[in-house]
């Protein structure tokens, strides 16, 4: 039988559009070796690694008449080279400059003729660093059968031995339209109902699939349906984004989080607050004490059907979570989320994160954006996410990863986006914003650090 999209798979292809590509990425800069780290290099790592991820060979093939979902084909003209490309800036490059580049790179939609991910080597960097771009579609990770790929071609160390497969890889002859529409019409006598769910899922009513499947993969807990206010955060998104980061340590996290109680988890989110509120004033924005923001807070929970051993499963609980930028006072915001995420229940523990298999951060962070997508636009006013990772060094071949930055896609009618990764005693904060809507995003970032440092002042007193 084919391997056949899931409902919610096939939505993510059916929903996107030039405004609003329906991939994650993420950035990773690394400190080059004396050795090197060429293009040609990270191409043979990859190569290595593309048998663990089967689904990086694949294309989407749809089925003529929209009798049945696409399904996932070995690509015949599958070139390693066309997915893995290589980029410059102009030496010394900055940071203003590799993060204009990535705006750039994340707002084009992917090849749906293609399988469905690139990455980029950025060389020119300042500091002997180069950079990796990673972009994967949505429909593709579902924490099952396809992890995201930054996931496995990291290392504890810069030695790890890869061994070439048992045999080189032949693609799988590619079904011909009769083929696709005879597998479409067995599985249909089955369930005769599906034809017609199919065929008005890829035409008119895909929103509603992605809705209706929903329940099995994201909940709200806590607040009520309710639609939210008008604002800044809710305007119409176009073609072009920017990209800022805000980086901070681990450790001012930890002492906050000692000195007023919660979870880490609690403190980022409150930092997030402050500096949402500092960037609503910063617009001349009418902010009062009743003034709230709602994230929908993706958190992974345990997987208890033991499908997979050792993989993480498509559980992904997604909260609605009212941000409290109308309190002035730090510690008082801090409290109200820890309020608010002890309602929830919280996620899993950094510590069952962490051991979890490669490196989890790129696969949850998609993850969250697949549970983010299936929410009505209305009720939230922007994403964040927020994945532990590892507390040690990792490598990409010789290379020594320093840093690695989220990059979430962003929704119609939603211009901002936060991801949040920690990694070898940094947070780091990746913040994509629409380039009309959110042409002051450096300022969010700004105001992410500004607002820690206001937060640690209410424990160093």
């Known amino acids: ?34 050795s ?3 293009y040609a290099e990270l191409v043979s790592l990859i190569e290595h690694r593309l048998p663990l991820v089967p689904r990086y060979r694949q294309k989407v093939v749809s089925v003529p008449g929209h009798l049945a979902r696409p399904v996932w084909v070995d690509d015949p003209d599958f070139d390693v080279a066309y997915h893995v490309r290589r980029s410059a800036l102009p030496q010394p490059g900055s940071d203003e400059q590799l993060f204009d580049l990535v705006g750039r790179l994340m707002a084009r939609p992917l090849d749906q003729n293609r399988p469905l991910w690139e990455t980029y080597l950025i060389e020119g960097l300042a500091g002997g660093h180069v950079a990796l771009v990673t972009k ?16 496995i071609i990291l290392d504890p160390s810069p030695h790890a031995a890869d061994q070439p497969p048992d045999e080189p890889w032949l693609a799988r002859r590619m079904p011909g339209p009769t083929r696709l529409i005879m597998d479409a019409v067995a599985e249909t006598v089955q369930r005769p109902r599906e034809i017609v769910e199919n065929v008005r899922s890829a035409v008119t009513d895909v929103v509603a699939t992605s809705q209706k499947v929903a329940g099995a993969v994201v909940s709200a807990v806590g607040i009520a349906a309710r639609p939210t206010s008008a604002g800044p955060l809710n305007a119409p998104v176009g073609k072009a984004r920017l990209f800022a980061v805000a980086r901070t340590r681990l450790d001012d996290l930890r002492s906050v989080r000692a000195g007023h109680g919660g979870t880490v988890h609690d403190v980022i989110l409150a930092v997030i607050s402050g500096a949402l509120r500092a960037w609503l004033l910063s617009r001349g924005e ?8 709602r994230a929908l807070v993706p958190l992974a929970v345990h997987d208890d059907d033991g499908t997979v051993p050792g993989m993480l499963g498509n559980k992904v609980s997604a909260h609605l979570v009212d941000l409290p930028v109308g309190e002035p006072n730090p ?18 523990a950094a510590r069952a994160l962490l051991g979890v ?43 020594r990863m320093t840093e690695m930055f989220p990059v979430m896609p962003l929704g119609k009618n939603h211009p901002l986006a936060i991801g949040v990764t920690s990694y070898d005693g940094g947070v780091y904060f990746g913040i994509t914003g629409d380039r009309s809507a959110m042409a002051d995003v450096d300022v969010m970032a700004r105001m992410v650090e500004e607002s820690l440092e206001e937060l640690l002042t209410t424990v160093r007193a």
């Open 331 to 348: 510690f008082v915001r801090l409290h109200h989320v820890s309020h608010a995420m002890r309602a929830h229940g919280g996620g899993m």
């Open 357 to 399: 298999g490669g490196f989890a951060p790129p696969t949850l962070h998609s993850l969250g954006a697949r549970a983010a997508a299936a929410f009505s636009q209305r009720i939230f006013n922007l994403v964040v996410t927020n994945v532990p990772g590892p507390q040690f060094p990792l490598y990409a071949g010789p290379a």
């Open 1 to 34: 039988m084919p391997d056949r999209l899931s409902a919610l798979d096939a939505s993510f292809l059916y929903l996107e559009d030039q405004a609003t590509p329906m991939h994650v990425g993420g950035v990773a800069v690394f400190h080059k070796p004396r």
């Open 36 to 38: 090197g780290f060429s």
């Open 136 to 151: 994967t579609h949505q429909a593709m990770v579902d924490g099952v059968r396809t992890i995201d790929f930054a996931q």
């Open 286 to 293: 009418q902010v009062t004490s009743s003034t709230r923001v």
